[in-house]
């Protein structure tokens, strides 16, 4: 007789209902940790604007122009770092620069351009907002500053053209911050009856003159950098102004300045101040030839003075961070250019491989974005001497990186190449490099 098996309970035949509930529930979660490693993939670039409004920037630093301003809630793609900025994309495809000290953060006021003054003697102007920050600049009781952005206890501020942090008990507001950047209705006017008419200057280059207060309307003019207009009334974050030639329109509070700054518009290279760096000097010596007979310190100083001359016969004023053989720090050449702003530095250099003749040829060196076209332009004429050019290009060093003023940085041959060196040491090639960089100027300013 067949002995009878009995099923244990795992051999048992689940009920048809319970099997199609466990289904379910697999594929349900399945679904969320698919859904869930989607979020934290997105989650690592994507960003919501939390304070109120936040400036959308054409580069990575409070320099650039304000494209637009965004405002809280908007949802923004993180495309790249550089410089404590993010550069982002919006969701209609727009692309810009803020700052990654706004972002999760509602403390930070939109003001821009309000005009204040320091209070007192030995105020220290600091490269961010905090005690800790490197002092840039002492400033003197009654000094005039503009500041661009509040957060927490301290104001960022423009002083002629240096930008820094100053703590904000530390300075006296004296025009009444606009921070309702949609308010454009009559009731928020300010007629200049009503406040002592002002000057202000336009901050850029072609600065859009508009038909009415927003972004969006027509433009009546542009103006170049430096031009002063008077303010005839105030709608929210915009100007509405008279320009020179009797001309009026609406103008954003974000490209204006209250003073001139001292880099007013350059039209050619006579009204031009540059300022021309040696590399290294003193007991670092740079690189040096095969056989040591010459040194990278030398032959920057003996181009610089041929580049010196030449621009001065143009009328251009040169400025030198070095005249001998005298040991100059990094920062104290960038801070030589931020303390007396020539309208370019350019710094003098020639390269060196470990390795003898794998390397030939001159680069131009630039950090940020709004120095492309002066590489590019200076870059175009040392393509004309008889070193292979190996272009334009980005590099993160020092005195460009810490520099306010527009910045080059230009490597014109390899010391360790014997083919290079042979025109690296002679008069001749050095005089080309002194025309080449001179031609290149003189188009810039053009």
């Known amino acids: 007789m ?3 098996k009995i099923k244990t309970p795992d051999q048992r035949q689940e009920p048809k209902d319970r099997r199609h509930l466990r289904l379910f529930l697999v594929n349900l979660l399945i679904i969320v940790l698919v859904l869930f490693g989607v979020g934290l993939l997105r989650g690592d670039n994507q960003l919501v604007v939390e304070a109120a409004v936040v400036n959308l920037r054409t580069g990575p630093g409070i320099s650039y122009n304000v494209d637009q301003q965004l405002p809280q809630g908007t949802q923004l ?14 969701a209609d495809g727009s692309k810009g620069w803020i700052a990654n000290w706004l972002i999760g953060n509602t403390t930070a006021s939109p003001n821009t351009n309000i005009a204040a003054t320091v209070k007192a003697d030995n105020t220290k102007l600091r490269k961010t907002g905090s005690s800790d920050g490197e002092v840039t ?10 500041i661009t952005l509040q957060q927490d206890n301290w104001s960022q501020v423009q002083v002629d053209d240096q930008e820094g942090w100053i703590k904000s008990s530390e300075l006296t507001i004296t025009t009444s911050p606009t921070t309702d950047s949609t308010a454009t209705t009559d009731s928020s006017a300010t007629t200049a009856s009503d406040q002592q008419t002002q000057t202000i200057y336009t901050r850029e280059t072609s600065t859009n003159v508009r038909t009415d207060a927003s972004v969006n309307s027509d433009i009546v003019t542009t103006l170049e950098q430096g031009i002063g207009v008077k303010v005839l009334e105030t709608s929210g974050d915009w100007f509405k102004i008279e320009t020179p030639d009797g001309q009026t329109g609406w103008v954003a509070n974000w490209v204006m300045d209250y ?20 590399g290294h000097g003193g007991e670092d010596g740079g690189a040096s030839t095969k056989n040591e007979r010459y040194n990278e310190k030398d032959l920057t100083l003996s181009t610089v003075k041929k580049v010196q001359a030449a621009l001065e016969k143009t009328g251009a004023k040169v400025l030198l961070t070095r005249d001998d053989d005298s040991s100059v720090g990094l920062v104290a050449r960038s801070d030589m250019s931020n303390a007396q702003k020539p309208d370019v530095f350019i710094s003098i250099h020639y390269d060196a491989t470990e390795d003898a003749n794998i390397a030939t040829g001159t680069h131009t060196f630039y950090y940020y974005d709004r120095d492309q076209q002066l590489a590019t332009i200076v870059n175009r004429h040392l393509a004309d001497l008889p070193l292979k050019n190996n272009g334009a290009s980005f590099n993160d060093l020092s005195v460009t990186r810490e520099n306010t003023q527009p910045a080059l940085l230009l490597e014109l041959g390899y010391l360790s190449t014997d083919s290079d060196v042979s025109y690296i040491i002679t008069d001749s090639y050095q005089q080309q490099v002194a025309d080449a960089i001179t031609a290149g100027l003189t188009e810039y300013f053009q």
């Open 2 to 4: 067949e002995q009878r």
């Open 77 to 90: 793609t993180i495309l790249e770092e550089k410089n404590n900025w993010y550069k982002v994309s919006l």
């Open 137 to 146: 600049q002492t400033l003197t009781k009654g000094t005039s500053v503009t």
């Open 259 to 278: 003073q001139k700054t001292s880099n007013a518009l350059v039209t050619s290279i006579a009204e031009a101040t540059i300022m021309l760096d040696a």
